[in-house]
């Protein structure tokens, strides 16, 4: 008899919610494992401290895209978490549900088992929010969702200018109401501190007996007996070690790292694997296909007063800010990546936002993005949130070390060029009206040469960047060339599951975090649900 019943590969959004509620049961036998290290870093918990995490080689994956024309013939670095916690230790903490649509877009594509009426629920199931419950909306769960508490003259000028548009104000932005509104961005940032899903549902489940948690594991592949998955293949500390279940092998790699373990697993394009010396168990292309991630474009702008933050994170004042943390006081040190959100149409016709505007304070030095500017400045990020554009990642090694070759392919569509040039627009709209036109001296990103449609698209592709919320690389779905059917299943094998972002068949309209964590909770009561039926 094996040691354990599943073993969770990865411990990101999804692996964590599933360690949580699998172990919950002290007759399932849980096993988490993660390639990087504990996250005992403290400009981990320090939510400013997230450029100084995401540059550090020792808790990140350095994933690097193609040059390819999107990305002005250089590459684009998509990185993700190697730490516990996965990706939730090294985000921006902004807590974006999607919209009903999306879910309900994704059960139409799978079953209803993924509609909004369980989301929804999975949602009020999950979170411990500030403002207590409601009908979505929960009051008592394991992650705590707060409200930006530092607001001044240039955050309120910022969502001023959203109103004058005719920009709708919501106390919850995250409210199922698929309206164009602006506002404080619900955040997981808990007492000044960050709330990664390690420190909201791993750190409690690791008290209970029945739920192993190993660090330094990099899951090299899935092992078979015949066609049923019976443990995995791990580098654990840098000697390889194989570890059996009894139950079930559940990958929560994440777009990134989930199609890569597939596929030297043998599950994947024979092609390819044959290439590759990798003994086929299953062939399906689909593997590593449907890459879909939002492009954004940062709009920096000067400002004419020194009201912006950028003064704050330089010379003895950052020294007084990193202390007032340290103590623990309130400051900007526990702020969130952003804290305004805004959802807006790019044009009138849309049945509900279709583009997302993060508003910032500050502006960075855009040769060092680590760095603030010296001149006060401020900067809007935006990405419009349902792209077309499909790319790919697939190995080109058997190292599990080693990143997958990723291709972005952003743009590829019409519809996704028309929709990027027309946000750059609605943005520079935005900047024009008052109250905050008359605090702004100049764009200076991408700046005023970049005007036409051809001059705004080459923007993009100059000064782009990934928006960090890669899905769709292990697609569910009910059709038989998915790669997993509507439960998680990967099809043509047993004994094995994928719940990560990988699986979304379609993007969610903003930030994935939330999203992952609300599937993987829903992931839990289908895994339950075959267990108590078997």
């Known amino acids: 008899m094996a040691d354990y019943d599943y073993i969770i590969a990865g411990s990101g959004a999804a692996g ?61 670095y998509w990185v993700r978490g190697r730490v516990l916690g996965g990706s939730t230790s090294i985000n921006g903490m902004m807590y974006v549900r999607g919209m009903p649509a999306d879910f309900d877009g994704i059960a139409e594509l799978s079953s209803e088992d993924w509609g909004w009426e369980h989301i929804g629920k999975a949602y009020a199931a999950l979170e411990h929010h500030e403002l207590g419950a409601a009908e979505t909306r929960g009051g008592a769960g394991p992650i705590r969702i707060t409200l930006p508490t530092h607001r001044d003259a240039l955050s309120e000028a910022q969502i001023q200018a959203g109103h004058a548009l005719g920009w709708g104000s919501k106390l919850d932005m995250n409210e199922p109401d698929d309206a164009v509104a602006i506002g404080y961005a619900p955040r997981t940032v808990y007492k000044g501190k960050r709330q990664s899903a390690a420190t909201a549902f791993l750190k409690p489940a690791m008290a209970r007996p029945n739920l192993t948690v190993l660090t330094g594991a990099t899951v090299d592949k899935v092992l078979f007996a015949g066609k049923r998955a019976v443990g995995v293949r791990a580098m654990v500390n840098g000697a390889p070690r194989e570890i059996a279940c009894d139950g079930e092998v559940i990958l929560c790699g994440g777009a990134l790292a989930s199609p890569a373990i597939l596929e030297r697993s043998g599950v994947g394009d024979p092609a ?83 583009a997302q505007i993060l508003v910032a304070p500050f502006s960075f030095n855009m040769e060092d993005r680590t760095q603030v500017e010296k001149m006060p400045g401020m900067h809007v990020t935006a990405y419009t949130l349902r792209p077309t554009s499909k790319g790919s990642i697939h190995i080109s090694t058997t190292d599990p070390q080693a990143a997958a070759s990723l291709s972005a392919n952003h743009r590829a569509t019409q519809q996704d060029r028309d929709e990027m040039v027309a946000l750059v627009r609605a943005v520079r709209r935005y900047l024009a009206t008052e109250p905050l036109a008359s605090l702004i ?12 449609d051809a001059e705004i698209l080459a923007a993009y592709d100059q000064f782009g960047t990934c928006g960090y919320h890669a899905v769709g690389s292990c697609r569910m779905g009910k059709d038989e060339a998915s790669v997993v059917d509507p439960a998680l299943r990967v099809r043509g094998v047993e004994g094995l599951r994928v719940m990560d972002t990988a699986i979304m068949p379609v993007i969610p309209s903003g930030n994935t975090n939330g999203p992952t964590m609300a599937m993987a909770w829903r992931a839990a009561d289908l895994i339950l649900r075959d267990r108590a039926g078997s």
């Open 16 to 76: 964590c919610v599933l360690a949580y509620r699998l172990s919950e049961d002290p007759a399932n036998r849980v096993l988490v494992l993660e390639a990087g290290p504990a996250d005992r870093h403290p400009l981990i918990h320090m939510p400013k401290g997230i450029a100084k995490v995401m540059a550090d080689p020792s808790h990140i994956w350095p994933h690097e895209s193609r040059a390819e024309a999107s990305t002005a013939h250089k590459p684009e």
């Open 272 to 354: 390819l694997l044959d290439r590759l010396g990798i003994p086929l168990v299953h062939a399906n292309p689909q593997v590593g296909e449907n890459l879909i991630e939002h492009r954004a474009i940062l709009i920096q702008s000067r400002l004419k007063a020194d009201i912006s933050h950028n003064k704050q994170y330089g010379g003895w004042r950052v020294v007084k800010n990193a202390l007032k943390y340290f103590l623990g006081l309130d400051g900007l040190m526990s702020a969130a990546s952003y804290e305004i959100v805004g959802w807006l149409k790019t044009d009138p016709g849309q049945n509900r936002p279709n």
């Open 441 to 452: 001296a100049e764009e200076t990103s991408p700046g005023p040469a970049y005007q036409s």
